[in-house]
């Protein structure tokens, strides 16, 4: 996909595209549900219906699209799609063009 790479915890043969828990991010964002976003935790006013996970993806493709849909994601340095089985994870990497263009 163009702009992000893709790197999977399991190795060929054994990866799962589908059964997946929804999308995080260990930095300092969190997804606003009321505005369906990520936002930094400096723009956080105590209000806001906030998660550090978004379930609404659960397959490899719905999450590609999900990166489609959220520009802002690539302000992060990973994006983490986790897996319901250990060792199934995939993390998103923006591109370096994509660093730079912030």
């Known amino acids: 996909m163009e702009g992000w790479s893709f790197v999977f915890d399991a190795p060929v043969g054994e990866r799962i595209l589908k059964?997946?828990?929804?999308?995080?991010?260990?930095?300092?964002?969190?997804?606003?549900?009321e505005a369906n976003k990520w936002i930094p935790s400096a723009e956080l006013d105590g209000q806001r219906s906030v998660g550090n996970w978004d379930h609404?993806?659960?397959?490899?493709?719905?999450?590609?699209?999900?990166?489609?849909?959220?520009?802002?994601l690539r302000q992060m340095?990973?994006?983490?799609?986790?897996?319901?089985?250990?060792?199934?994870?995939?993390?998103?990497?923006?591109?370096?063009?994509q660093q730079e263009m912030k």
Request: glycine content about 6%.
């Open 19 to 33: 059964r997946y828990w929804g999308v995080t991010s260990f930095e300092d964002f969190w997804f606003d549900r």
């Open 56 to 72: 609404r993806p659960r397959t490899f493709k719905a999450f590609k699209r999900y990166l489609r849909k959220h520009p802002e």
């Open 77 to 97: 340095k990973e994006v983490v799609f986790g897996s319901l089985f250990v060792g199934h994870d995939i993390r998103a990497l923006p591109s370096p063009q």
